[in-house]
Antibody
Framework: VHLLESGGGLVQPGGSLRLSCAASGFTFSNYGMSWIRQAPGKGLEWVSGITGSGANIFYADSVKGRFTISRDNSNSTLNLQMISLRAEDTAVYYC?????????????????WGQGTPVTVSS | QSVLTQPPSVSAAPGQTVTISCSGSSSNIGNNYVSWYQQFPGTAPKLLIYDNNKRPSGIPDRFSGSKSGTSATLGITGLQTGDEADYYCGAWNNGLSAGLVFGGGTKLTVL
């Protein structure tokens, strides 16, 4: 399993950014995926999750209405479109894989993580 | 403020045993599985324990997990200097704002 994030960088408050995660080494459509972030010196925070088919999507309250998760199963790619960015969105964003196609309480852990892509929101 | 509560730090000498606690509620730990992650500085977290007490392939049996009610515990026996890292617990949180929740992390220092 290999997860490679890209798209991070420096953006001004109110700006937008699109993160991508290229997945390989497994049948992408068979697994739920999530974005987890970690602010500098802080702990882990759930951002969003999407089931293998893309039919079910979850967001943390802190990003609801501003972030959109999507996936392209034909290209094994996970995306996170971020708009109206705030200083508190500054973090390393990790692409993560669930152990099954669903996202939820049944098997609630992340068995693979990418190396992360840093996002800095600052003027 | 994290939904799950962990001690900020724990320490022990090489060879000793240490435990890290993780406290939650009936909305998360009380009714769902707990997982644990290990993170070294500057690297991504790695799954250490899942399903409360199961270890992924390659994780030594020095690491163990348990759960009782709304709390969980990570145990590490035969401490090694290479175990010095941050440890996070995680669980699914039920309700209107369903999602994964994590503890604030515990820094393990091997003296």
């Amino acid at each position: 399993v290999h997860l490679l994030e890209s798209g991070g960088g420096l953006v001004q408050p109110g700006g937008s950014l699109r993160l991508s995660c290229a997945a390989s080494g497994f049948t992408f459509s068979n697994y739920g995926m999530s974005w987890i972030r970690q602010a500098p010196g802080k702990g882990l925070e759930w951002v969003s999750g999407i089931t293998g088919s893309g039919a079910n999507i979850f967001y943390a309250d802190s990003v609801k209405g501003r972030f959109t998760i999507s996936r392209d199963n034909s290209n094994s790619t996970l995306n996170l479109q971020m708009i109206s960015l705030r200083a508190e969105d500054t973090a390393v964003y990790y692409c993560t894989k669930w152990p099954a196609r669903f996202v939820g309480a049944t098997r609630p852990w992340l068995d693979s993580w990418g190396q992360g892509t840093p996002v800095t929101v600052s003027s | 403020q994290s939904v799950l509560t962990q001690p900020p730090s724990v320490s022990a000498a090489p060879g000793q045993t240490v435990t890290i606690s993780c406290s939650g509620s009936s909305s998360n730990i009380g009714n769902n599985y707990v997982s644990w992650y290990q993170q070294f500085p500057g690297t991504a977290p790695k799954l250490l324990i899942y399903d409360n007490n199961k270890r992924p392939s390659g994780i030594p049996d020095r690491f163990s997990g348990s759960k009782s009610g709304t709390s969980a515990t990570l145990g590490i026996t035969g401490l090694q200097t290479g175990d010095e890292a941050d440890y996070y617990c995680g669980a699914w949180n039920n309700g209107l704002s369903a999602g994964l929740v994590f503890g604030g992390g515990t820094k393990l220092t091997v003296l």
